[in-house]
T-cell receptor, first 111, second 116 residues
Framework: EDKVVQSPLSLVVHEGDTVTLNCSYEVTNFRSLLWYKQEKKAPTFLFMLTSSGIEKKSGRLSSILDKKELFSILNITATQTGDSAVYLCAVAPDYGQNFVFGPGTRLSVLP | EAQVTQNPRYLITVTGKKLTVTCSQNMNHEYMSWYRQDPGLGLRQIYYSMNVEVTDKGDVPEGYKVSRKEKRNFPLILESPSPNQTSLYFC???????????????FGDGTRLSIL
């Protein structure tokens, strides 16, 4: 059975801290791994990773994929209260298959 | 503006009363899907569609129906809703084809259903 596991499930930090969120997966077919940020409404797209070892960056956020060890990390440096959200990891399958999402990591950044 | 639109945003209804949640996208995406989100379980796919008249079951299809008669619309139908279908539902879409299959999904704002 395909599955995506995220850890931790919940995390509370203070502004300025750096956090690392983890995502591991076991899927039959793998095409790419995606990270989403979900605040009060729809998940919004952050990164798509398809190749091992190539870091994607966007401001204070960065992510990298290890296809050999089947995991990815999402780093957030100098966290701000606006980073408080649920971060979702999903694996996009090969042609014709459905996406598999992890349970999410709830990040709370305190002022 | 490119968007995925779901209606209604909130609905409270009773067991057994048929309901439909509409989903429409204006990005000419081939792939559309429905998810439900429950605490501790994350997003679970209900049904998806790779193009008009092509639909397939996701992980939790029981109690749901879908149709894809037009490219832009993908309604979710609950013929006889039950309390265990109380959840937050998301519709999503993306490009899909042999060259576009590696594209992120765009999500609607969600529909919160309460079945009493």
């Amino acid at each position: 059975e395909d599955k995506v596991v995220q850890s931790p499930l919940s995390l509370v930090v203070h502004e300025g801290d750096t956090v690392t969120l983890n995502c591991s997966y076991e899927v039959t077919n793998f095409r790419s791994l995606l990270w989403y940020k979900q605040e009060k409404k729809a998940p919004t797209f952050l990164f798509m990773l398809t190749s091992s070892g190539i870091e994607k960056k966007s401001g204070r956020l960065s992510s990298i994929l290890d296809k050999k060890e089947l995991f990815s990390i999402l780093n957030i440096t100098a966290t701000q209260t606006g980073d408080s959200a649920v971060y979702l990891c999903a694996v996009a399958p090969d042609y014709g298959q459905n996406f598999v999402f992890g349970p999410g990591t709830r990040l709370s950044v305190l002022p | 503006e490119a968007q995925v639109t779901q209606n209604p945003r909130y609905l409270i209804t009773v067991t057994g009363k048929k309901l439909t949640v509409t989903c429409s996208q204006n990005m000419n995406h081939e792939y559309m899907s429905w998810y439900r989100q429950d605490p501790g379980l994350g997003l679970r796919q209900i049904y998806y569609s790779m193009n008009v008249e092509v639909t397939d079951k996701g992980d939790v299809p029981e109690g749901y129906k879908v149709s894809r008669k037009e490219k832009r619309n993908f309604p979710l139908i609950l013929e006889s809703p039950s309390p265990n279908q109380t959840s937050l539902y998301f519709c999503a879409s993306r490009f899909f084809g042999q060259t576009d299959s590696n594209q992120p999904q765009h999500f609607g704002d969600g529909t919160r259903l309460s079945i009493l």
